[in-house]
DNA sequence: ATTAGCACTCTAAAAAGGGGGTTGACAAAA
DNA sequence: TTTTGTCAACCCCCTTTTTAGAGTGCTAAT
């Protein structure tokens, strides 16, 4: 009689956990005894990976969707997968200059770089990607500035620091002179550039209720645009999701349902965004970059058979947002966790190239 | 034998035609003749409606896709149908308020106009909504300005006539001084507001070559300018599609393959950008407004088994963009186009608006 | 021109039949 | 104690067969 040492029980129990994992990624079938025995462990049999499947099962980590027909991975599985099995899997070095050199293309040829850049993740995953960028309310500002459009109307275009450009019109009941715009906005950059909308709003009050001198002439219009400053528009989020139409590539019938609950869940944008910026402030807390949630762990019911792969994206020391894919609970873990990574700091990259050149005074 | 005037046959024919074709995209499934004598023709008897029905086939209206069961309309069928049997429905006025409130709400709430026209569409029809914006090279320019962001980069400021805003960043080599910017911001906006972009492109470079007095200062800048504004990225047009989902919520499994194919089309962009760009330059050409393209008449065989219904919409005498829904071939035409229509209506009058308050030489 | 009737065709759904792979159990072997 | 061989039982999935139903074309009668 052998005695089994627990460690080599446990490193075998890993083992079959995570080809079953692979194998069921891969083929989408239920896994049995003799696939395993015949795939992985060709000096077992099939009897002896039967007991294991039993156990692995009395812990939560498969079940059997029919009585006889193979087991298959849980949420739990795919969690412990994830965190202990899988070996983070570097780039290769190719891979990623072929990445580079796609992203640079997209970034630089059109204008904007967050839609491209779900796009390419969408691409390069096979999923959908989505990028998401927090409350403009918290990030700091660049300029703030208003163009004449007509008398009562002039267009406000904001720039963040992370390079996210914002625009709304503005509309007043009477005529506005684009000197006066012109005191206004030198007023507003010298004073509010590199606070946040939030931090701005209160300067800029202050001053006007302060009767400021520089501000005097212009304080109608100044008030106009606090408000408009205040209003959910300007300082919302933002959320861009493209190339759902991939999943449908990837995906047979059998997923139909689940394809349809997630387009539900992301075509309302409200909900998947509050989704994520809840994440997203989690993760901060945590002070944790990446993140992978799975199925279930999901809070919303209707992506219980769906993931979620994301990483935080910071400029200088403030999170501003958010990017990832999802996709079916069933996906290649390792490359896609290796994707987001990647292309998360190539856009953080492109978002903080903006802050490195700040304004000098002297330029002013 | 009774004898019966032709243009009472053909009254039944059409009667039966309109029946067929409605009943179809009710229930998708082959209509036959008994359905036909219980349902709108209780008078007449099943076998005389064979008859009917197998000169329909031979004119090409109707096919069988088997020997036996039932009959279906074919693309000429609902060409027919939308052509001369749909008698254009008006929207009640209930349903008129409801949108406009909608669409009002929208379209003030947040920046993008053209993002939540798309989404309206999309939400009242149940297929995906999507609105082209021309190439802005086309479009008449209301301003240009350029925001300082750092010393070599600056921020361009595109607002065109219609309302549509771009913009993209200028790195340069050297320093550029805020108050260059502004001389070349006025004397742009002096010189070619109401232009086209193209034509402005050509203004620019003339007064450059002939050594204007006032560029001579900013030489640098304006030509750098004028080379961004020749990239397509700027000039080029825009695409923006959503409620792809939807689509997925009002259809079958059945269906699949179709979406699937459509799905490849609206996701290569510069396809279906191409698409509707033709489409856009065929109806200005005629000088029509509304389009109905059903299934095969798409020159793309993927959209075969699909619809497009859109419309186009001008600012001043110039059209600047389409917009309408792309969906499954058997959809409700009347109530669709109805709803394009009304859509495009208020989208036209919303970019007509910023046209309506012209900018007033004293007020500059 | 229209209709009733009939034979024929074809499909879609239900029923029936295997085959293949899996499981659990147990006893024997290591 | 752990592993293995073996076997009956299970259940899914695929294929085939059957059945019911609906529709058609044709023809003769009206």
Known sequence: MRILKPEVAKARKEKILRWMVQQYV????PVGSQMIADGVLKDVSSAT?????????????????HTSGGRIPTDKAYRYYVDYLANVQKMAAKEREQIEKQYDARVNEVNNMLVQTSRLLAMLSGAAGFVYTAQVNDQRI?????LPLAPGAMLAVLVTQSGTVRHWPVHMAQVISPAKLQVLSRFIN????????????????QYL???????AGVADVATQVLKDMSAPKTGGDE???EGIGRLLENTTQEDYEDL???????EERERFSSLLNAKLAELDKADKRMNVSIGSENKTPELKNLSIVSTTCRVGDKTVGMLGIIGPKHMEYTRVMALVNYIGSLLEASMNHWNALPLEDNDL
């Open 190 to 205: 010298d004073e509010i550039a590199g606070h946040t909308l939030a931090q701005a709003r209160q300067i800029l009050w």
């Open 26 to 29: 891969e083929t989408r079938r």
């Open 209 to 215: 209720h302060s009767g400021h001198r520089e501000l």
């Open 260 to 266: 349809k609950q997630m387009m539900r869940v992301v």
């Open 49 to 65: 990976i039967r007991n294991i499947m039993a156990e692995l099962e009395q812990e939560g980590y498969l079940y059997q969707p």
């Open 239 to 241: 959320l861009y999701v």
């Open 142 to 146: 660049q300029r703030l500035d208003f």
